[in-house]
Every structure is written in structure tokens, then in C-alpha cells.
């Protein structure tokens, strides 16, 4: 059986293992054998060195690997998407279409993305992902939540189990 792995990027000011991650991967764990991953961005400032450290590292994985990318995190898992074969690619709140990203018309081969965005979003505006979903015909789920989606645990929870399920299917 391949191994299925789940790689977490976080945003631009938290961690490898904040509390979205964390009671993420704790659910994608209890649904199978999976191999969570959570890449530590801090010491980094820029889109580009994140993108650089998440390919480096999924390219050495053996399977099937799933992205998953928070705000700025969420522009790195599209734009490392263009040079790693994933099978899936769920993005909350992310950073489209911002001054000082180098990629102003991010896309990805993978056509298994859902994205999952705040209504109430004072950070990365909604309407981001809406263009975003609008262009590449991608799953949009908004929420009457913030940039943090920290009211949205089960949508959060049942869109893991959705892209593990589209993931093997396709």
C-alpha cells in the first residue's frame, strides 16, 4: 500500500505545530495511516526560501503526498505544487494576490484543491480566493470566520477527510 503523506505549512507568523495544525494532523491521524509532516518556516522571511525548503524536502518522500498551506503557507504549497506531484492541495486563508509574493498569478497542476477562506478575513482578503477559485474552478468553501479560522474546526475537519478521499480516487 502506498504511504500517503500529509505536508503542513504554516503562515508567516506562527509555527510549525500552532493549534489549526495541530487538531488538524490529530484528525487526519484518526482517519488512517498517515504521515503528517509540519515544516518549520521561522527562521525564514521570504515566500521563495519557504517554497525552496518544502520542495527540498518533499522531494526526498516515498508515496503519495497531500498539501496542506495556511496564509503564507498556503502560497508556498501552490507554488511548490509546481515542482512536486502531489495528489491533493487544501489551502486556508491563503495569501493570493499580495504585494511582495513574486508569484502574482499563482496555479497548480494538481486538480484537487479545496480552499477554505474567512469571510471576516482581515488580513487576506476573501475575495482573493474567490478570484483564485473562480480561475481554476477549484472547491471554495467560505466561512463566517477570520484569517485564523480558529471558529471553523469541523469544516476544517471534514474538508481533511474530502481531500483524503479525493486524493485516492484520483
Not at 8 to 23: A, D, M, N, Q, V
Not at 144 to 155: A, F, I, M, P, Y
Request: glycine content about 8%; charged content about 20%; aromatic content about 8%.
Amino acid at each position: 500500500m502506498t504511504k500517503l503523506h500529509m505536508v503542513f505549512s504554516h503562515g508567516k507568523e506562527s509555527g510549525p505545530w500552532g493549534s489549526k495544525i495541530t487538531k488538524m494532523a490529530e484528525h487526519a491521524k484518526s482517519l488512517g495511516d498517515y504521515k503528517i509532516h509540519s515544516i518549520d518556516y521561522q527562521d525564514l522571511t521570504t515566500p521563495a526560501q519557504r517554497v525552496e525548503r518544502l520542495v527540498n524536502y518533499a522531494q526526498d518522500l516515498k508515496g503519495e503526498i497531500i498539501f496542506v498551506g495556511s496564509s503564507m503557507g498556503g502560497y508556498v504549497s501552490i507554488v511548490a505544487s509546481t515542482q512536486i506531484p502531489i495528489k491533493g492541495l487544501l489551502l486556508l486563508a491563503p495569501a493570493f494576490y499580495l504585494k511582495g509574493y513574486e508569484i502574482q498569478q499563482p496555479s497548480t497542476p494538481c486538480k484537487n484543491t479545496i480552499i477554505i477562506h474567512g469571510w471576516n478575513d482581515d488580513i487576506v482578503p476573501y475575495q482573493n480566493s474567490v478570484k483564485f477559485a473562480q480561475q481554476h474552478k477549484d472547491k471554495l468553501v467560505l466561512v463566517d470566520d477570520g484569517h485564523r479560522l480558529s471558529q471553523s474546526d469541523v469544516v476544517l475537519n471534514q474538508e481533511i477527510e474530502n481531500i483524503i478521499v479525493w486524493s485516492k480516487k484520483r
